[in-house]
C-alpha cells in the first residue's frame, strides 16, 4: 500500500510559479512510476506529467511542455511538480498518483494509488 499526500498549491498570480510536492509511504517507492494529473471544475481529469523510477524520459502534455518539469527524489520519497508561467487556465486540483507498472502511465487508467489533491489557483 502506497499512501501520497500532496502539498505546494496556492494562489498565484498570471506568469508566477508554484512548487508541488507529493510525499509517499512505503519502502517501494522508488520502484514505482509517478505521474501528476489535475481536474479543473465541470472537466475530466487530464495528465499533466510522469516520470519512471530511474528518472529518464519524463513524459508532459503538450499543455504544460517547456513550463512544468516533474523530477523525484527517491531517497526521500518525494516526487516535485514545478510549475512556471503559470496561466489562469492551469487552475484545478493537481493530484499525485503512482503506478506499479510503467504502462498507460499517461493516463488515468496507468496508476493504483492517488493523493487528495491540492488546489492550483491562478488569477489573471
Known amino acids: 500500500q502506497v499512501q501520497l499526500v500532496e502539498s505546494g498549491g496556492g494562489l498565484v498570480q498570471a506568469g508566477g510559479s508554484l512548487r508541488l510536492s507529493c510525499a509517499a509511504s512505503?519502502?517501494?517507492?522508488?520502484?514505482?512510476?509517478m505521474g501528476w494529473f489535475r481536474q479543473a471544475p465541470g472537466k475530466e481529469r487530464e495528465f499533466v506529467a510522469a516520470i519512471r523510477w530511474r528518472s529518464d524520459s519524463p513524459y508532459y502534455a503538450d499543455s504544460v511542455k517547456g513550463r512544468f518539469t516533474i523530477s523525484r527524489d527517491n531517497a526521500k520519497n518525494t516526487v516535485y511538480l514545478q510549475m512556471n508561467s503559470l496561466q489562469p487556465e492551469d487552475t484545478a486540483v493537481y493530484y499525485c498518483?503512482?503506478?506499479?507498472?510503467?504502462?498507460?502511465?499517461?493516463?488515468?487508467?496507468?496508476?493504483?494509488?492517488w493523493g487528495q489533491g491540492t488546489q492550483v489557483t491562478v488569477s489573471s
Open positions: 512505503g519502502r517501494t517507492f522508488s520502484t514505482y512510476a
Open positions: 498518483a503512482a503506478a506499479r507498472g510503467v504502462v498507460l502511465i499517461t493516463t488515468i487508467f496507468g496508476y493504483d494509488y
